[in-house]
């Protein structure tokens, strides 16, 4: 699944842009610990350090 992502995203990002704060896997795992443990979205991005209003 890592593998597909991180083709497509290669793709996506080719013309180049502002350079992201997470990995392709980060994301993925977000993703599925939002959808295996229900856990919301503030919570994930607080332990990832995404977020602005959580220290």
């Not at 842009?17 to 994930?44: A, F, H, N, W």
């Amino acid at each position: 699944m890592l593998s597909i992502l991180q083709r497509e995203y290669g793709a996506l990002r080719q013309k180049g842009g502002k350079p992201p704060k997470l990995t392709v896997q980060d994301k993925l795992s977000i993703t599925l610990k939002y959808l295996r443990e229900y856990r919301t979205i503030d919570c994930i991005a607080a332990e990832y350090g995404a977020c602005k209003g959580i220290p």
